[in-house]
């Protein structure tokens, strides 16, 4: 399985910006749909955002418009660029991923076979 590793989280005031990276191990991120999830303290992973191998992107209702997910293949590295944050987007992120050459539904995180440790954002009010 390929390794993943997160970083930029960090304490930010609402309405602050923060860029998240995810760097994957090996060749094999470009040939892979990528993901991001949240867990809040007592809370279920919730879906945040996704791209596929192939260019698709997909987000989560409660972060449409403020967050953006984007690629660079070439340095196998995932982005999550947030905007407009709020304190209920206070959690811990994971960067995720499927197997390759496939676009499960990316919303459900049984689809991924990859995680990494996650990454805190705290957004205070």
């Known amino acids: 399985q390929v390794q993943l590793a997160e970083s930029g989280g960090g304490l930010v005031q609402a309405g602050g910006s923060l860029r998240l990276s995810c760097v994957a191990s090996?060749?094999?991120?470009?040939?892979?749909?990528t993901g991001w999830f949240r867990q809040a303290p007592g809370e279920g992973r919730e879906f945040v955002a996704a791209a596929g191998y192939n260019g698709d992107t997909w987000y989560g209702d409660s972060v449409k418009g403020r967050f953006t997910v984007s690629r660079d293949n070439a340095k196998r590295t995932m982005y999550l660029q947030m905007s407009g944050l709020k304190p209920e987007d206070t959690a811990m992120y994971s960067c995720?991923?499927?197997?390759?050459?496939?676009?499960?539904?990316?919303?459900?995180?049984?689809?991924?076979?990859?995680w990494g440790q996650g990454t805190q954002v705290t957004v205070s009010s």
């Open positions: 090996d060749g094999t991120f470009s040939s892979r749909t």
């Open positions: 995720t991923a499927q197997r390759s050459y496939v676009n499960w539904l990316p919303e459900r995180p049984e689809n991924y076979e990859s």
